[in-house]
């Protein structure tokens, strides 16, 4: 999985803008198939709770909230 693709996929899933399914794949410059694996991947291993409405064309999340990854160092700086 390309984590800058999946930081790519969870702005458009928060900004509603995303489109229906093969236009989302086209936005992110890979299959409609690589999108489905992408989501199912947030969807089981992130917990994103994402679903699609066919009112808006549009991937949502069903609560508020973002994916957040990378390394954020718990150290303190010593003086």
């Not at 702005?11 to 489109?19: C, E, M, N, V, Y």
């Not at 236009?23 to 890979?30: L, P």
């Not at 299959?31 to 699609?52: G, T, V």
């Amino acid at each position: 999985m390309d984590l800058t693709k999946i930081e790519r996929m969870d702005l458009l899933i928060r900004t509603q803008s995303t489109g229906r399914p093969n236009e989302f794949a086209d936005k992110m410059g890979i299959s409609p198939r690589s999108l489905f694996n992408y989501l199912s991947f947030m969807k089981d291993q992130l917990s994103a709770p994402i679903k699609y409405s066919n009112e808006m064309q549009s991937y949502y999340y069903e609560e508020k909230g973002s994916i957040k990854m990378g390394w954020f160092s718990s150290a303190v700086e010593k003086m």
